[in-house]
Every structure is written in structure tokens, then in C-alpha cells.
């Protein structure tokens, strides 16, 4: 049984998340990010790549873009190789990158609240030093009001020929964050794999606050599903943009 957090998802990933990544990718970053109206071959810069759902679609969806995949998960980004021109085995908060050499970093599918905020902090401000003057990050996060209150003590299952996928959920209010288990079972009920996965609640005035320590300033901030902000949604999607000299 493998813990390394998802070195047993990655197989999986596509038939039980791929759908929903998708739609958030659709309907969130790539509308945000042909708001900036990137130049042909602009420099893009997916943090958390995963199995490169996002960078199929920003090349769909972009004019011809030089896409840089980040992820953390080798088992993830190896599935991701044909998806960007490069991709980077690396954390999130410290990227392997040159200053100024990005035009637009993206995030999609709630990658930035897997970061404690003293991280999620380093990696706003390595964004910033890898923008351009006058670039944007575009990123959806999971909202405060889905970790804490709607995760705060559920259960699910996903039900497939081959057997079962569950998912508990716990919100953890001494450190402000949802811990999920996620567990495979095959068509016996014999656990294949078990990974714990982490997410941290950001609230607004936070992000915009650690946003502008870093040195840029919230552009927009939208529910996920519609033109405006609500706290109760479940997600939400944020243009930050680097200040220019």
C-alpha cells in the first residue's frame, strides 16, 4: 500500500477526479486567463500540473503557448510529459525559475490550499519574482466556507465495476485546515491504496494580504460558478497581478 500522497491516485486520477478538474479549469482559470490577453508564445507557468489537464487546455485555449508544468508528485507530472515544453519536479514555494520570466502563472483544481500559510506565503512571493512586471497569477482556491463548514464532518463513496472509492472528510479547527482520506477498495473490498490529503482554509482578507507582501494586488475575485463574489460558494477564482515598476 503506497502513502506517498498521490502515488496511488495518479492511477486513478482521471476516471475519479479528471471530470471536475476539467469543468473547474473551464469555467475558472481559462476564462480569467484569456481576460489578460496573453502574446502569442507567452510563457505560462502551471503550479501543481498534475496529469496535465490544464496544460492540454491552455494550449487548446491560448495562442500557442510556452507551457512550463510545476508539480511535486512524480508519479502525477509523469503522466503530464506531452501536456507542456517542460515540466519541474519541485515544491510549489520554491520554484526552479528565473526572475521575470513568466508572463502568466496559473493554478488550478484548489493546488494553493495545500499550503500551510507560511508556504502558501514563500509562493506568492516566488510568483512574483518569476512574473513580469504587470503579469498575473490566476488560481481557484477551495472557499473557507466548503473546508470548514460543508467538509466539516462528510462522507462519500464512488461506486465503479471494479470496485469503490471513499472519501472522508474532517475539519480540523486547531489548524484551520480539512484532512480527507481517500481509499481505493477493489471489487473483494481489499484496500489497493490510502492516501491523506490536506487543505487549508484562506480567507480573503488573508490572501490579499500575504498577495500584497509579495508584491501584487488582487486584480478580481469571482465564484467559480458565477460573475461575483459569495462566501458560501465553494470555490473561488483569483487574478492577482504583479505590480509594475
Request: proline fraction near 5%; include cysteine.
Amino acid at each position: 500500500m503506497r502513502s506517498e500522497p498521490y502515488a496511488g491516485l495518479a492511477d486513478d486520477y482521471h476516471m475519479l477526479l479528471g471530470g471536475l478538474a476539467e469543468h473547474t479549469w473551464r469555467v475558472g482559470i481559462l476564462p480569467e486567463a484569456a481576460r489578460t490577453r496573453p502574446r502569442p508564445s507567452a510563457v505560462v507557468v502551471d503550479l501543481g500540473a498534475g496529469t496535465g489537464i490544464g496544460g492540454r487546455l491552455l494550449a487548446a485555449h491560448l495562442p500557442q503557448p510556452m507551457r512550463i508544468g510545476v508539480d511535486r508528485s512524480a508519479a502525477m507530472l509523469a503522466q503530464a510529459a506531452d501536456a507542456y515544453e517542460h515540466t519541474v519536479l519541485s515544491s510549489i514555494d520554491v520554484l526552479p525559475l528565473s526572475d521575470e520570466s513568466a508572463d502568466l502563472v496559473v493554478s488550478g483544481f484548489d493546488t494553493l490550499n495545500y499550503l500551510p500559510i507560511p508556504a502558501l506565503g514563500r509562493c506568492l512571493r516566488e510568483v512574483a519574482r518569476c512574473l513580469r512586471p504587470g503579469g498575473r497569477l490566476i488560481a481557484d482556491l477551495s472557499s473557507p466556507h466548503l473546508l470548514r463548514c460543508h467538509w466539516r464532518d462528510h462522507s462519500d463513496v464512488q461506486e465503479f465495476q471494479d470496485g469503490t472509492v471513499h472519501w472522508r472528510h474532517r475539519y480540523d479547527p486547531g489548524n484551520d485546515r480539512c484532512v480527507s482520506v481517500v481509499e481505493r477498495r477493489d471489487a473483494a473490498d481489499a484496500t489497493c491504496w490510502r492516501e491523506t490529503h490536506i487543505q487549508y482554509a484562506v480567507d480573503a482578507g488573508q490572501l490579499s494580504e500575504l498577495a500584497a507582501a509579495a508584491g501584487m494586488r488582487v486584480e478580481r475575485v469571482r465564484d467559480l460558478e458565477h460573475n461575483h463574489y459569495s462566501p458560501a460558494a465553494f470555490t473561488h477564482v483569483w487574478t492577482l497581478r504583479k505590480e509594475a515598476r
